[in-house]
């Protein structure tokens, strides 16, 4: 339903663009799917921080395979696959991620301090490039 809505307009405009677009038309009904007594505009706002947080990836099949995985998350909110907790997390703009680590978005290079070092007494960084 939502796929293929994304594959009829993709020549249209941006991807992402008509990702946001095709959000932002479903978000009335998902609010009152899920009886969610929140304004659309907080709504809004929860989700463009979702959008926002990856604008710093350049490579288009990562930007390609986030517009494929953002379709897939509006369709299953659209046949009620989720529960009320998890589209809260994303209205409120809550970090669904465990990730604890340090991001330079300028190199696109992560540092992430692990847990288990901490425990275990070691004091070393790992670093790495990780897709976010």
């Given amino acids: 339903m939502a796929l293929n809505l994304y594959q009829k307009q993709l020549g249209s405009s941006s991807p992402v663009t008509t990702l946001y ?71 409120e703009g809550q970090d669904t991620t465990k990730f604890r680590g340090k991001v330079d978005v300028e190199r696109g290079h992560v540092t992430v301090q692990e847990e288990f070092e901490a425990a275990n007494g070691k004091k070393g960084k790992r670093e790495g490039v990780r897709v976010l």
């Fill in 21 to 91: 677009r095709s959000i932002l038309r479903e978000l009335p009904a998902v609010l009152g799917i899920y009886d969610i007594d929140m304004d659309k505009r907080e709504a809004v706002r929860g989700v463009k921080t979702h959008f926002l947080k990856n604008g710093f990836v350049a490579d288009p099949r990562v930007k390609d395979m986030l517009v494929q995985k953002g379709y897939m998350e509006l369709e299953e909110t659209l046949m009620q696959w989720k529960q009320k907790a998890q589209l809260m997390r994303v209205f």
